[in-house]
């Protein structure tokens, strides 16, 4: 890599404790100004002229409105480029599309299958480069979550939010969505507890990714794991599933609804596993029933529509910090 290499943003594993906690924060102030009607001096118009590529592969509501959303907000020009647009994956390999996207615009912003190829995009780029989700990985979709979990919380202070001691119990698949939360975990000192059939469980390699990221945390969070919900559920103060189908295990849906039969979230099934009196339901969208019932979903311990809106805001924060500061996160 060059002295000039740009510092691109492809999982929570990239940031320090401090930097994640500062990219939350940072959403959090955004979001007050911006709703309270100023763009903060600082934002205003830092991407006037600028653009940034959206190479999704694969499908996006939350995402795609907010990283458009997010682009417009500072000035900038969001341009999407879907698989069926560009020459990408047909004609032309990823680096030769990242030279040449990198080349003409500011920043790239890659939904992609495999993580290699977000990698790989990375690799070649002479922008930044924000994963908007791979097989491995959604950083974006942490922000989010841990700004609705300090908002919920009032537990914004402090170099790691405050967040310590915390418990999440995640039932249901492993998952893009849960390994950069487990990253996460480890850096702020949250405890993580994971329900999965066993069959379905963390790979060995991506358990080794978590359990490094204790190295450097002031206070490291912890991982365990089982195969029975309730063991994951007891005393947990948050209680997050996603999909059991995740964009392109389609061919094995049936399969899988089979495996995760009786991880279906339920307030029954909370009560009974003796989850903490005020838990709370998360979940990154989209939702389907087998993974939770509406009684949760749509109840009042759900805060899943204010974590989707929360995109935005930390979007924001991701683009400012890599975009318009080049990395720096202060
Ligand atoms: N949560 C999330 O990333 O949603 P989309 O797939 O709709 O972008
Ligand atoms: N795990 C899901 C998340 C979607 C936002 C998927 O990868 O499809």
């Known amino acids: 890599t060059s002295p000039f290499a740009p510092r691109h943003f ?3 594993a990239d940031l320090t404790p401090q930097e ?15 709703k309270s009607g100023s763009v903060p001096k600082n934002l205003l118009g830092a991407l006037a002229g600028k653009t940034i590529t959206m190479t999704f592969n694969k499908r996006s509501t939350r995402t795609r409105v907010s990283t458009e959303a997010a682009v417009a907000t500072l000035g900038g020009h969001p341009m999407f480029l879907g698989k069926d647009d560009i020459q990408l994956g047909v004609n032309e390999s990823v680096m030769d599309t990242s030279i040449i996207i990198s080349s003409m615009t500011d920043g790239i912003v890659a939904r992609v299958g495999p993580h290699s190829e977000v990698a790989d995009l990375a690799k070649h780029s002479s922008v930044p480069v924000i994963n908007a989700l791979c097989n491995d990985y959604h950083p974006l979709q942490h922000l989010a979550d841990l700004l609705t979990i300090t908002e919920t919380r009032t537990a914004t202070s402090g170099p790691t939010l405050g967040l310590e001691g915390l418990k999440i119990a995640w039932v249901g698949d492993s998952n893009n969505v849960l390994y950069d939360m487990c990253i996460g975990a480890m850096k702020l000192g949250i405890n993580m507890a994971v329900a999965t059939p066993s069959a379905y469980s963390i790979p060995q390699y991506m358990k080794d990714i978590i359990q490094s990221q204790a190295a450097t945390a002031p206070r490291p969070g912890t991982l365990t794991e089982t195969t029975v919900p309730e063991e994951a559920i007891r005393d947990a103060d948050i209680i997050v599933t996603d999909t059991w189908v995740s964009m392109g295990q389609e061919a094995e849906a049936k399969e899988r609804l089979r495996a995760f039969a009786g991880y279906q979230v339920t307030n029954e099934l909370a009560q009974r596993a003796g989850a903490k009196e005020n838990w709370q339901f998360m979940h990154c969208l989209p939702r389907h029933q087998e993974e939770v019932n509406d009684e949760v979903f749509y109840g009042p311990r759900s805060v899943v529509f204010r974590e989707g809106e929360n995109r935005l805001w930390t979007m924001i924060s991701a683009l400012e910090a890599f975009v318009v500061n080049k990395g720096k996160i202060v």
């Open 10 to 12: 492809l999982s929570i």
């Open 20 to 34: 994640l906690a500062t990219l939350v924060r940072n959403a959090h102030r955004h979001k007050q100004a911006i």
